[in-house]
């Protein structure tokens, strides 16, 4: 499987994302507030930085879920 996940070192692209390491999310949330505040503060959860890099997710359009990726490396 191939990890759809790219980093590039930290450019001008990266303006305005956030830092996933600066994120902190009090646990005695409830699960669909503490979804929320994530959001709320990642602002984008598709790019991101992380460290020196900035990650941009990429989803494949052939129809295949996380569940049966995560299915098929656990067989």
Do not use: W
């Amino acid at each position: 499987m191939r990890n759809n996940n790219k980093t590039t070192n930290l450019s001008s692209h990266s303006i305005g994302l956030v830092d996933i390491t600066t994120i902190a999310i009090d646990t005695n949330l409830p699960q669909k507030e503490r979804h929320a505040e994530y959001i709320r503060q990642i602002r984008n959860p598709h790019k991101y930085i992380c460290g020196k890099f900035t990650v941009t997710a990429v989803h494949p359009n052939n129809g295949v879920t996380l569940e049966d990726c995560l299915r098929g490396m656990m067989a």
